[in-house]
């Protein structure tokens, strides 16, 4: 699994999920991210504790891409669509942030009064 792949949120405890889309805002982070914040950031997390953290950890150490694309053609139904509203939610927000942004007036500086 590469690190700027999605965490793999829909495989997680419902603790997990609700701590890292809690602490990530409602979005899927990548691996990455999660594997950026320190253990003792994520003990501040409301619902993490040393059992869900060590969840966490597992799912950024699992198997490389290779394998798990060797997988994609035994998924279940169920978690290909979990994954499908995982992209869709995450590009709705993302497309929802770029009309919020082109619809604001543009910022005008000091010197430009």
Not at 58 to 74: A, D, F, G, H, W
Request: overall charge neutral.
């Amino acid at each position: 699994m590469g690190l700027d792949d999605p965490f793999p949120i829909e495989k997680c405890s419902g603790r997990v999920r609700g701590a890292v889309l809690a602490e990530f805002h409602g979005r899927c982070p990548t691996i990455r991210e999660v594997a950026s914040i320190s253990d003792a950031q994520w003990l501040t997390v409301p619902n993490i504790g040393p059992t869900t953290l060590e969840e966490i950890r597992r799912y950024i150490n699992q198997t490389p891409t290779e394998q798990r694309l060797q997988n994609l053609s035994v998924m279940e139904d169920g978690e290909i669509l979990s994954r499908l509203n995982r992209v869709q939610r995450e590009l709705n927000l993302i497309a929802s942030a770029i009309k919020t942004r082109a619809a604001s007036p543009p910022y005008k500086g000091e010197h430009e009064k």
